[in-house]
């Protein structure tokens, strides 16, 4: 207002001294000078002129106008609600004469909203990707700016200075070639909005950080599972995918038919691959299949498997604890689920029976078979390939008990002064229980005894089962030290003299013998033999005579 007082004062001034001149002096203004308005808000405006008696005067604007005050040479409007920018007349008549003059209206809209976009979010290594930023509303875009970057580094830059005015909306896009390098790289936009030249102040906003994924993947999956699986039996399987990346972060589903595995994954370097075990149910053809996905990348697998079913066989003894001299029979037959029919052999059977004929034994019973092993051999052919399974049951024959010499000596010698133990373990089944008494006294089977002389004597053992008992007496000796050494010297040295004794009489009787014996005519050999066996053998009488 102080403003306008003055311009009236000079205003009067110039009418006085010039009073011809008014029409052609007035002069029209309007305050602001420029205007800079937020989308949406409002404007104050004033309408001014330095003519003393105006006529018509008024402001014309296709924005909301009201009229908030009004002097002899002035007016103010509020302006509403600015959604776009504009250029305001403000006119005055003075003596018929029409002066304006003008207003620009800058609306600005800060760069509150900006989007980037990533197409696709996961792309192939050597393919091409599109990064797109743009701004929905923002003015003006002549003072705008976007900027691409891939972490901090500038990938684009774009100005708008030649969009058109009355456009709001700020985009630009660039196209990339990927590269291994490039996964989980950050990508961003800045967008910024400088009015500084406009009176105004620097406005910047950035987009949500969008990750890039890129990755290769264009090896087909390999199965690794045996072409045969028996019911029922574990089987590891794998499917494996090279030539991947990032290895690590493949996912494998696993199937057989529509039985869903639980793989164990592992990766290494740029191939990845899953162990699964596999446990089929059902048998015939099946499909084993393995998915492998990476990212929004998907490759399918199959691998066709054949099924069969091959239990042990079955092995039946009789009586599995029969009594020796028992008959028994043994039969070997396949598993009712074993398909197709298998061929059978039993140990001791010589023949082999037809396909699915089972193969049987009569077999009596032996002592000595008990602890003998039966076995039971199943084969069965399956697409080419041969599997063999064994079924073992071991035959217990039951029998009184034994004390043979073998294993229970009844002459037994013990070395005084020494750790000994009476030697003597029974036969039978049920194995049987062990009592040797010596002078009416339990004598102790289990700890070692020191021997003397007064071990010396005869035991009587006696070997007890559920089926009898059977007794044996033991004579024990027990030597002297000396005794033993001396003894075993002695016949050591008489053995010795004894033979060599023999051998040299035997060459000097027989050799001269035979020389006399060749000149003899053939009628005195006869003889001969006699008389030389005669003293053979009184030599030999003569050193068991020495001997003994």
Not at 74 to 81: A, G, M, P, T
Not at 244 to 263: C, I, N, R, T, Y
Not at 318 to 344: K, Q, R
Not at 468 to 481: A, E, N, R, Y
Request: with cysteine; proline share 7%; glycine share 6%.
């Amino acid at each position: 207002m102080m403003k306008m007082l003055l311009f009236g004062v000079w205003a009067l001034l110039a009418l006085i001294l010039c009073p011809g001149a008014t029409e052609e002096l007035f002069e029209v203004s309007v305050w602001p000078d420029q205007a800079l308005v937020k989308f949406g808000q409002s404007l104050m405006v004033n309408c001014s002129t330095t003519c003393p008696d105006p006529g018509p005067s008024g402001i014309e604007t296709f924005l909301k106008k009201t009229q908030v005050g009004k002097g002899p040479r002035w007016k103010q409007f509020l302006l509403e609600d600015i959604t776009e920018s504009s250029i305001l007349q403000c006119f005055f008549s003075c003596a018929g004469i029409q002066k304006d003059t003008s207003l620009g209206i800058t609306m600005y809209q800060p760069p509150e909203q900006v989007t980037l976009e990533l197409q696709p979010a996961w792309v192939a290594v050597d393919e091409v990707f599109t990064v797109k930023c743009y701004v929905p509303r923002v003015a003006p875009l002549e003072n705008l700016t976007l900027t691409l970057l891939q972490g901090n580094q500038e990938l684009h830059r774009k100005n708008f200075m030649s969009l058109a005015e009355a456009s709001q909306r700020a985009e630009v896009t660039i196209r990339v070639k990927a590269q291994r390098e490039d996964d989980r790289c950050n990508f961003s936009c800045r967008a910024e909005l400088d009015l500084s030249s406009r009176g105004g102040e620097l406005f910047h906003s950035s987009s949500a950080i969008k990750v890039l994924r890129s990755f290769e993947f264009s090896q087909r999956p390999q199965i690794q599972v045996p072409p045969l699986l028996e019911v029922g039996m574990a089987e590891t399987v794998s499917c494996e995918v090279a030539r991947v990346f990032p290895a690590k972060e493949v996912m494998f589903h696993m199937f057989l038919g529509d039985q869903e595995l639980s793989p164990f994954l592992f990766w290494e370097e740029d191939t990845a691959w899953a162990n699964a075990t596999v446990r089929a149910m059902e048998t015939g053809d099946q499909e084993l299949s393995c998915l492998v996905s990476l990212g929004p990348m998907e490759q399918k697998t199959r691998e066709p498997v054949h099924v069969y079913s091959f239990p042990p066989p079955i092995l039946e003894i009789e009586e599995l604890y029969p009594f020796a001299g028992t008959d028994i029979n043994v039969t070997c037959t396949g598993h009712v689920l074993t398909s197709p029919s298998p061929t059978l052999w039993l140990q001791g059977v010589p023949d082999l029976p037809a396909p699915g004929e089972p193969a049987w034994l009569l077999l009596t019973t032996r002592e000595e078979d008990d602890g003998r092993n039966f076995s039971c051999e199943a084969s069965l052919e399956v697409q080419g390939q041969r599997f063999i399974k064994t079924t073992t049951i071991q035959l217990h024959v039951l029998y009184k008990p034994r004390l043979e010499e073998s294993g229970c000596p009844g002459n037994q010698t013990w070395v005084e002064g020494t750790e000994q133990m009476l030697a003597c373990i029974p036969k039978g089944n049920p194995t049987p229980s062990l009592v040797c008494t010596w002078n009416g006294v339990i004598f102790d089977l289990e700890v070692p005894q020191k021997a003397t002389q007064n071990h010396t004597g005869i035991y009587c053992c006696t070997a007890t089962n559920q089926l009898g008992s059977v007794s044996k007496d033991i004579t024990l000796i027990v030597q002297g030290l000396d005794e033993g050494n001396s003894s075993t010297i002695f016949i050591i040295i008489i053995v010795a003299l004894g033979v060599g004794v023999i051998t040299i009489a035997l060459y000097w009787n027989y050799w001269p013998c035979k020389l006399e014996r060749r000149k003899l005519p053939s009628r005195q050999k006869e003889k001969d033999k006699e008389e030389e066996s005669q003293f053979a053998v009184g030599q030999a009488e003569k050193w068991n005579a020495h001997g003994c």
